[in-house]
């Protein structure tokens, strides 16, 4: 069984630091998403990364995905409040599903 | 543009109560899906489609059931609701092959009394 974990599951940051989100899976896989959620809204795609040693960059987020780690990360440069979400990784184990993990909750403040 | 689209946005239903949560796709996509969303707990799989009149189970199907008679509708049935299936729902769908990302809808807020 397919098995997402994020780590942390709660980040409180400062404005202006940087930061990275982890997302580990147990199974063979190169295709990660990563998703926001705003409080109550829907779920928003940021990035969606399909080979080992794949990088995006959108702003002051930056994804990456090593798949015989098995690891994605999700770093954050000079956070700003804007940026106050919460994060979800899933993976696409070479099924039709796609398993997401329990999501990282950042919040940024002054 | 309509995209994914959920209905009732809302809904209360006393225990052992049936429903029906509908969700309608506009933009011809092969998968459909159903989550559920629990403090704490994620996004966890119910049931999917991988095209019209065809579902298969997720991580947690039990309690649900589910139809896909037309490939822009995808139906979430309840048939005698629980407490524990007190959740945020959200159905989502993406195009034919592996590598799409899903598109969500708004999500229902179901509350079982």
């Known amino acids: 069984e397919l098995k997402v974990e994020q780590n942390p599951l709660f980040l409180s940051m400062q404005e202006g630091k940087n930061y990275t989100i982890y997302c580990n899976y147990s199974?063979?896989?190169?295709?990660l998403y990563w998703y926001r959620q705003d409080p109550g809204k829907s779920l928003e795609s940021l990035f969606v990364l399909l080979s080992n040693g794949a990088v995006k960059q959108e702003g002051r987020l930056m994804a990456s995905l090593d798949t015989k780690a098995r690891l994605s990360t999700l770093h954050i440069t000079a956070a700003v409040h804007d940026l106050s979400a919460t994060y979800f990784c899933a993976v696409n184990p070479y099924t039709d599903k796609l398993i997401f993990g329990t999501g990282t909750r950042l919040q940024v403040f002054p | 543009n309509a995209g994914v689209t959920q209905t009732p946005k809302f809904r209360v239903l006393k225990t052992g109560q049936s429903m029906t949560l509908l969700c309608a796709q506009d933009?011809?996509?092969?998968?459909m899906y159903w989550y559920r969303q629990d403090p704490g707990m994620g996004l966890r799989l119910i049931h999917y489609s991988v095209g019209e009149g065809t579902t298969a189970k997720g991580e947690v199907p039990d309690g649900y059931n589910v139809s896909r008679l037309k490939k822009q509708n995808f139906l979430l049935g309840l048939e005698s609701a629980a407490p524990s299936q007190t959740s945020v729902y959200f159905c989502?769908?993406?195009?034919?092959?592996?590598?799409?990302?899903?598109?969500f809808g708004e999500g229902s807020r179901l509350t079982v009394l």
């Open positions: 933009m011809n996509h092969e998968y």
């Open positions: 989502a769908s993406r195009p034919g092959g592996n590598t799409g990302e899903l598109f």
């Open positions: 199974t063979t896989s190169d295709r």
